[in-house]
Nanobody, 116 residues
Framework: QVQFVESGGGSVQPGGSLRLSCAVS????????MGWFRQAPGKQRELVAS???????DYADSVKGRFTISRDNAKKAVYLEMNNLKPEDTAVYYC??????????WGQGTQVTVSS
């Protein structure tokens, strides 16, 4: 069964940085595009960054220039480098297939809190 395990979240002050990691097991990882999503309290889950099999990347306007997505196919891992964090970046962050493939459970996510 496919599993997504996110890590690397934490509490930082505005302007700080974090690097999120996602380990993917039970999947032919190299075949799929991947994305990082986030969900803030009371809001819908949103896509913040995506990376294709061919390593093309795309970002939500709110994080462009601050976040960088990458992947390591040999390690079956996806990363999200987050710089110049803002309070509005506070959310639970998840990695998942992108485009989304139904039927695979989401992971537990990792909490990112940006506060002074």
């Amino acid at each position: 069964q496919v599993q997504f395990v996110e890590s690397g979240g934490g509490s930082v002050q505005p302007g700080g940085s974090l690097r999120l990691s996602c380990a993917v097991s039970g999947s032919i990882f190299i075949m799929y595009g991947m994305g990082w999503f986030r969900q803030a309290p009371g809001k819908q889950r949103e896509l913040v960054a995506s990376i294709t099999r061919g390593l093309s990347t795309d970002y939500a306007d709110s994080v462009k220039g601050r976040f960088t997505i990458s992947r390591d196919n040999a390690k079956k891992a996806v990363y999200l480098e987050m710089n110049n964090l803002k309070p509005e970046d506070t959310a639970v962050y998840y990695c998942y297939y992108f485009p989304i493939i139904g039927g695979t459970p989401w992971g537990q996510g990792t909490q990112v809190t940006v506060s002074s």
